[in-house]
């Protein structure tokens, strides 16, 4: 299901455009929408005011759940189906006429789609089991991916020795891919020590794209004096940066606010005959500047790139909606949203989450509910920031049952329950003063192998602190410390 726009469209969605209107009514919406749509259109909400935001003062204070209510994460909650189940279905689907090797390596599979690495391991260990294995390349890559994005680079390690035992030859991607795993959990020096592995390897030398895991560790970790010496290896061992090791270099340099290395990063690439700025290097940058909420700036180099010939994509639009959601600039929001319908650039899962989540951030639970039933209405695929951004909104407006509902529509959807997941629901119950149930999920948390990271803590120390128990903020605290010496701790 579509919206329809019957004003005139421009020829950039950028508002100081001299061409681009500065404000729709919302009669002109109205005149134009598709009187087949049942729906209500899903930008009208973009030009309410943020004023309409749900106040959570208004009622007093109550008890919002009972104690072990909390869903998705009891023994009440909806059942999720599990491996093994899968297994039986797939069995009596087919009528056993695959052999039970080839279902667990399904149900393998099916494991690591969802990244549910404890259960993939389970999976891989009956595989080993069965008379018919063969030890595969690829099912150790899928491995070392998956617990490298879980946060699990020792177990990573342990499938990588255990390929070797196995009598697969390591290469430099499968060197890479558990460099990356540690690179992923700030673990740079182990990063650097595998690097250093590699080199007295002959068939398995680091490349470009190991360069460029390390370089990405050592950015995000905010390590640039690491940099130049990386690129000086580099240098020496006559392997080029290509664009995409620029991009992250750039992309670093933006996060922290390094603008003139960012910019030298970007003058050289505009110099360079071998890695030209591309449209991922707009993004980088629209990105830097839209999230710090220069607005300005994003806009004036969306023209910049334009000039260069670059020209943008789904993404770029989806970063410019979601920078001026986080300004409440709900026209400039919407006329960027209708300049893709007219260039038949589609509305993608992204393109919705920063519309509701500007309205999430504010409280206001009627608009973010009319975006997230006009997503569902065009069969758009939630995700974990949809629901991380409705249980948000609610808290923050003080729907606390909808929060509960939420996380009941998440289990049913299979929304992984990661760190972002249960971020969301240990704030909506700080939010509702019920710590019992925050400190319940927390624990939670930590018995489904699903890391905390720092905003975790801080948003429990914050909720301590409002109620005076310096107890429990000390022993968070320490805590929290001893993850950081294990190298367990996220950001």
Known sequence: ??????????????????????????????QSQNPL?????????????????????????????????????????????????????????????????????????????????????????????????????????????????????????QIFDEMIEEGIEPTSEFYTALLAAYCRNNLIEEGFSIINQMKTVPRCQPDVYTYSTLLKACVDASRFELIDIL????????????????????????????YDQMERVLSGMLESKTCKPDVWTMNIILSVFGNKGHVDLMERWYEKFRNFGIEPETRTFNILIGAY?????????????????KLQFPWTTSTYNNVIEAFADVGDAKNMEYTFDQMRAEDMKADTKTFCCLINGYANAGL?????????????????????????????CAKADDLVEMERVFKQMKDKQCLPDSRTYSIMVEAYRKEGMNDKIYYLEQEKQKMIANGALSD
């Open 1 to 30: 299901m579509s919206l329809s726009f019957s004003s005139s469209l421009l020829p950039s969605p950028l508002p100081h455009n001299k061409n681009t209107p500065k404000h729709k009514t919302h009669q002109q919406l109205q």
């Open 37 to 157: 749509h049942t729906h209500k259109l899903l930008l009208r909400c973009a030009f309410t005011s943020a004023a309409t935001a749900l106040p959570s003062s208004s009622s007093p204070k109550k008890k919002h759940w009972k104690q072990g209510e909390f869903p998705g994460i009891t023994d009440t909650s909806v059942p999720r189906r599990t491996a093994i189940k899968n297994i039986k279905k797939k069995l009596d689907r087919k009528n056993k006429a695959k052999a039970w090797v080839n279902t667990v390596a399904e149900a393998l599979t099916d494991c690591v789609l969802k990244k549910q690495w404890l259960q993939a391991l389970q999976m891989f260990e009956m595989l080993k089991e069965q008379p018919f294995y063969q030890p595969k390349e690829a099912t150790y890559m899928k491995l070392l991916v998956l617990l490298g994005r879980c946060g699990q680079p020792q177990r990573a390690h």
């Open 231 to 258: 690129y000086q290896e580099m240098d020496e061992r006559l392997i080029s940066p290509n664009t995409v090791t620029q991009n992250i270099v750039l992309s670093g340099f933006g996060k922290v606010g390094m």
């Open 325 to 341: 959601g986080k300004k409440r600039m709900y026209d400039n929001m919407s006329s960027v949203m209708e300049y893709m319908r």
């Open 400 to 428: 606390f049952h909808k929060v509960i509902s939420s996380v009941q529509l998440a289990a049913k959807f299979e929304i992984p329950e990661n760190t972002s997941l249960y971020k969301a629901v240990i704030s909506a």
